[in-house]
């Protein structure tokens, strides 16, 4: 979800370098949803399912909640998750903006651009796979301190 989301936006704003960074080889994005994917156990792909899944998913059950008269609180978690994924959304653009800026210096092959690459990208990486398990986590907590809304009564189960 986020991966795409920040490729096309930056493609269309005229930041990083178009479809070119989609290509594997080429753009740490595809490559850290890929690396996070197979650490967690996940195809490519699947990241964006889950991430995107859950949000609708905790959409439509709060929608449910407050039908039934009960308000769904944001919890640490959900809180943590939504911090490290704006921290990789901004880690995901600093990472094009850093490629556009030393492409016209020619410094594409410079030690210290390849070295900061390579931090970003496990920066990213690890970021990306812990707002991922945060997301199923407290998805789960969710509907576990909830669980009573899926009882007769419509009070939350304490």
Request: charged share 15%.
């Amino acid at each position: 979800m986020i991966c795409p989301a920040v490729m096309w936006s930056c493609w269309i704003s005229g930041v990083g370098d178009g479809p070119a960074v989609a290509d594997p080889g080429s753009g740490v994005p595809v490559a850290v949803e890929r690396a996070v994917g197979s650490a967690v156990g996940v195809e490519s792909g699947a990241v964006q399912v889950v991430l995107l899944g859950r949000e609708l998913a905790m959409t439509l059950f709060r929608w449910y909640a407050q039908r039934r008269g009960v308000i769904i609180a944001a919890t640490g978690s959900g809180k943590l998750k939504t911090t490290l994924q704006s921290i990789f959304i901004g880690a995901t653009i600093a990472w094009f903006a850093f490629k556009d800026a030393i492409k016209p210096m020619g410094w594409e092959t410079n030690r210290f651009a390849l070295g900061w690459t390579e931090f970003h990208g496990g920066f990213v990486a690890v970021t990306l796979a812990i707002a991922l398990l945060l997301t199923v986590y407290s998805f789960v907590m969710y509907l576990y301190r909830n669980r009573g809304l899926f009882s007769h009564s419509s009070a939350p189960t304490p």
